[in-house]
């Protein structure tokens, strides 16, 4: 035996290289501002829909506090995705931890299964609506709807 140990990686170093969109460099400029542009519409659309539903008494119906909550979900979601793409583009390529790593893969999952919970509550809602319509007000009030979104958003974590 040499004295050197095959056996044990002693490298500290636990980041990973996110080198983005490498082939496009020359349009860079372009690519982040297609995406920033992106980003602002998902924005204003999203809270768009959530101060429309507020603000109308018409629309305080369960679907549209699903569709409110669902909207508010589609904010968190690209709000934890599309700055890291911005920074990646702005810096060309970022060192990410293998914490930040984990966290932004927990979150990226959890709000995917926040989004899978709230489309199943939305179809059980339609699911009344259509085939059980005299029992819908008694069975779809607010508390219970309240009830509904608060296990979805939990439960995925």
Partial sequence: MT????L????????????GFQGLCSY???????????????????????LV????????????FFLSNLSLLEIVCTTEIIPVILHILVRNGIRLSLFGCFVQLFFLGTFSAT??????????????????PLHYSSVMHFRFCCYLVLTSWTSSF
């Fill in 3 to 6: 004295g050197i140990n095959f």
């Fill in 8 to 19: 044990h990686n002693n490298s500290q170093d636990q980041t990973f290289l996110l080198l």
């Fill in 28 to 50: 860079r400029f372009l690519v982040f501002t297609i995406f920033i542009i992106v980003y602002i519409f998902i924005l204003c659309g999203n809270v768009l829909i959530i």
């Fill in 53 to 64: 539903i507020v603000s109308n008494g018409l629309l305080h119906s369960p679907m549209s």
């Fill in 115 to 132: 989004e899978s919970f709230l489309l199943t509550v939305m179809s059980y809602d339609r699911y009344l609506a259509i085939c059980r």
